[in-house]
């Protein structure tokens, strides 16, 4: 159980595009998920918690125009990383969880390059 | 933000040995998790800890929550090749919608 499928697993593209990545709980409902970011040989670090039908509460320093986040649902949760540069490039993680003093389920991580 | 202080660092071992490696943190928390992360992919949760002084297992991996809610230990016995990864430990408090609090990591190497 608590499975968390996140799509792509990996996105090369250029400058300046838009990339959107899927984050699915598969078998349960997700009334909180997360979005990380990590970096080589680091830990993960909090972008943005979002709740289900609510707007994602974003980390300092994070552009909540920049990497844009949607949860229109339980079982999904989107990040876009609008107008992406190459300092945008990173391995991003979902994370899920179903109520809230419960363990949080990640997602496979999406490796972002941007050329 | 905050992060909890894990250590070691990292860790070379020979195949075989058991490995222990633990989390501080100046305040308490309810909840303490440890997981594994292989290269190039999520997070696995190995333990969950959700009581002072709970000692749960999981196959060869033995996890504490400390007495004092401000620590935790993980020990991995007889470690073979596919413990190699990096291993965070989580902390959780129990005051509004939060996120887990992590630590810096502890990267296990085996030698074989």
């Known amino acids: 159980g608590a499975v968390v499928s996140q799509h792509p697993s990996r996105v090369i593209c250029k400058s300046g595009t838009s990339v959107k990545i899927e984050c699915r709980s598969l078998?349960?409902?997700?009334?909180?998920m997360f979005w990380y970011r990590q970096f080589p040989k680091q830990s993960l670090m909090l972008m943005a918690t979002?709740?289900?039908?609510?707007?994602?509460?974003?980390e300092q320093g994070v552009e909540k125009d920049k990497f844009l986040i949607n949860h229109a649902s339980l079982t999904l949760s989107t990040l876009t990383v609008t107008s992406a540069h190459p300092e945008d490039s990173s391995f991003y993680i979902c994370?899920?969880?179903?109520?809230?003093?419960?363990?949080?389920?990640f997602g496979d991580g999406t490796r972002l390059s941007i050329l | 933000g905050q992060q909890l202080n894990q250590s070691p660092q990292s860790m070379f071992i020979q195949e075989g040995e058991d490995v222990s490696m633990n989390c501080t943190s100046s305040?308490?928390?309810?909840?303490w998790l440890w997981y594994k992360q292989d290269p190039g992919e999520g997070p696995v949760l190995l333990i969950a800890?959700?009581?002072?002084?709970e000692l749960t297992s999981n196959g060869r991996l033995t996890a504490q929550f400390g007495i004092t809610r401000k620590d935790s230990f993980l020990n991995i016995s007889a470690s073979i090749p596919s413990d190699v990864g990096i291993y965070f430990c989580?902390?959780?408090?129990?005051?509004?919608?939060?996120?887990?609090?992590f630590g810096k990591g502890t990267r296990l190497s085996v030698i074989a």
């Open positions: 989580a902390g959780l408090r129990y005051s509004g919608n939060t996120p887990l609090v």
């Open positions: 994370s899920a969880r179903d109520q809230e003093y419960q363990p949080q389920h």
């Open positions: 800890l959700y009581k002072a002084g």
């Open positions: 078998d349960f409902q997700a009334t909180t």
């Open positions: 305040s308490i928390f309810n909840t």
């Open positions: 979002s709740n289900e039908g609510s707007k994602a509460t974003y």
